[in-house]
């Protein structure tokens, strides 16, 4: 079975440092990958997400990721980060195959940016 | 454009009550839906999923059950709540219609549930 890793429970940054968030994900084959983000006590807002062609994906929020096959990874990144990024985010995978999207989320980094 | 709604937003319920969590679906026709459990300080756990009307598949077992009465409708349930109940509950749906990714999920705002 497919699995997501993201080593860092919790980051902080000071706003207008770089960030990069660490996702591994352990499955057969190239699976469809995505970065989500959770502020407290609402729903999840897709950030970006990856099928296929280009593995530097540009999301909103002026996120991007970047899948390398060789690493299974698919670390998300932001050149500078605002106060309001600070949230919890989750990398996912699902399989390309199926009827259902059965999405496997790593257990999420929070993120505290200080001022 | 289409919008999930998610009731009641909070829930406070005692151990051995009943439970049912609404989700419903705007916008769009024969989704995807999805019902996910997050515990404190973990991630998210697909529980149940529905690939058209009456149609439901468990992902793990538990003392929770959901139904799909209508399309765009999605019920989480229990007869008697458990203490390892308590977390936030998150609906979500995907499109196959050829406008939308397949796999692509969107989340309600979710549920809070506390069992006391």
């Known amino acids: 079975a497919q699995s997501v890793t993201q080593p860092d429970i919790h980051i902080t940054v000071s706003e207008g440092a770089s960030l990069e968030l660490r996702c591994n994900y352990s499955?057969?084959?190239?699976?469809?990958l995505f970065w989500y983000v959770q502020s407290p006590g609402q729903g999840l807002q897709l950030l970006l997400k990856?099928?296929?062609?280009?593995?530097l994906v540009q999301g909103i929020k002026g996120f991007e990721a970047e899948f390398k096959r060789s690493q299974s990874s698919f670390n998300l990144r932001k050149p500078s980060v605002h106060w309001s990024d600070a949230a919890e985010y989750f990398c996912?995978?699902?399989?390309?195959?199926?009827?259902?999207?059965?999405?496997?989320f790593g257990t999420g980094t929070r993120l505290q940016v200080t001022l | 454009s289409q919008t999930i709604h998610q009731w009641p937003a909070t829930l406070v319920q005692p151990v051995g009550s009943p439970l049912s969590l609404e989700c419903t679906v705007e916008?769009?026709?024969?989704?995807?839906l999805y019902w996910y459990r997050q515990a404190a300080g973990r991630g998210l756990q697909l529980l149940f999923y529905?690939?058209?009307?009456?149609?439901i598949s468990s992902e793990v077992p538990q003392n929770l059950s959901a139904s799909r009465p209508q399309d765009r409708q999605f019920i989480l349930s229990s007869k008697k709540l458990l203490l390892s109940d308590s977390g936030f509950y998150l609906c979500?749906?995907?499109?196959?219609?050829?406008?939308?990714?397949?796999?692509?999920?969107?989340f309600g705002p979710g549920t809070r549930l506390t069992v006391l």
């Open positions: 499955y057969g084959a190239t699976p469809y």
């Open positions: 979500a749906w995907s499109g196959r219609t050829s406008r939308l990714s397949y796999n692509e999920q969107f």
């Open positions: 916008g769009t026709s024969n989704p995807n």
């Open positions: 996912a995978v699902v399989p390309n195959t199926g009827t259902a999207s059965k999405l496997t």
């Open positions: 529905s690939v058209g009307i009456g149609q």
């Open positions: 990856y099928f296929s062609g280009d593995t």
